[in-house]
């Protein structure tokens, strides 16, 4: 998806909540939404908790959207012309409808409910993502990971993967990166990742071992739960810091509740973010920016879409700076 931000350098700070907690259990933060109209004349409003001036990053994951449900004959659905990305991976999941991806490899494909869809960008990439006419509630998440610098101009590349469900203590879990519950993901990572789909039945708990060198962060799309013993309301994401190695995830509604669980070791590397690029500096988002204004081969072709492809905003009059999460006090 792409970040189609008129201001894309500006984020606001989230709100943090954190009270007294029980011994071994993990300092919470909460993280809260802002909503961002993804462009066109009736726009597709998604729900973004990364980036914001508290956290950045969150492992090496630097980009959460949330968005639905929409019914598209209201909202007109997703229709995100052929756009660039440089230094990440994209992640595609969703809970209900289809979307159709076409990209500059010559995938063409459909993301569907419970099916991962990875693209790594790398040195550069293209793509569309155009909701299908079968689709009548969009709703579900598009995630982006930070490449580490010695991996940031690798080639591109799609994969597709389908997690099977398993279930524990009231729990279905869908791990579509990393490994949790005794189930790894065969999709690769640069960096130590965790992507997993954990859907929780009414006032039920689970506590997952995790590796406690990692961070994460718990997305919640519908219900109320609790993360350790910080309540997270539906759209917020809570930020749990390294240390212990268990989570403990209990639902507070009487319907079920899902979430998004993501981890993975913190990123020790300043990145700038700026539109669908990721970079190290100023020069190389202009680099790309550039080039991608140019019809540069970088970025490859999208063969398929019927329409122009998306044109970059205008730089900022000022250098982009780097970015790194804050210290922890």
């Known amino acids: 998806m792409s970040n189609v931000e008129t201001k894309p350098v500006d984020m606001r700070c989230g709100a943090a909540r954190d009270g007294e907690r029980p011994a071994g259990a993990p300092r919470v933060d909460v993280l809260t939404p802002r909503d961002v109209p993804l462009g066109g004349p009736r726009a597709m409003t998604v729900r973004r908790t990364l980036p914001q001036r508290a956290r950045t990053l969150i492992g090496a994951w630097c980009f959460a959207d949330h968005y639905g449900p929409g019914d598209v004959s209201e909202t007109g659905g997703m229709d995100v012309a052929p756009h660039p990305h440089t230094g990440l991976q ?36 293209a793509h569309s993502e155009v909701s299908t006419p079968r689709t009548t509630v969009l709703h579900g998440v598009q995630l982006w990971v930070a490449l580490p610098e010695e991996h ?37 990572a640069f960096t130590p990742l965790l992507g997993a789909e954990i859907v929780l039945q009414p006032h039920a708990s689970v506590t997952l071992d995790v590796d406690p060198g990692f961070e994460h962060g718990l997305l919640v799309d519908r219900g109320d739960v609790r993360l350790a013993d910080v309540l997270l309301r539906p759209a917020e994401l809570g930020y749990a810091h390294p240390g212990p190695g268990t989570l403990t995830l209990t639902n507070d509604s009487d319907g079920s509740a899902r979430t998004i669980l993501l981890g993975g070791t913190p990123f020790g590397e300043e990145i700038v973010m700026w539109w669908n690029f990721i970079g190290r500096s100023h020069e190389d988002i202009a ?9 540069s081969d970088r970025f490859g072709v999208v063969e398929g879409y019927p329409g122009d492809h998306l044109p970059a905003p205008a730089l900022p009059h000022v250098s982009i700076k780097p970015r790194r999460n804050p210290p922890v006090h």
């Open 152 to 188: 940031r101009h690798t080639a591109r590349d799609f994969q597709h993967h389908v997690p099977e469900p398993v279930r524990v203590d009231g729990a279905e879990i869908r791990v579509f990166l990393g490994s949790l519950v005794g189930i790894t993901s065969p999709v690769p």
């Open 90 to 125: 994209t992640v595609s999941w969703l809970f209900t409808g289809e979307i159709e991806h076409r990209d500059s490899l010559g995938s063409h494909t459909f993301v569907r409910p419970g099916e991962l869809n990875l693209m790594t960008g790398g040195h550069g990439i």
């Open 287 to 295: 680099k790309a920016r550039e080039e991608w204004q140019e019809s």
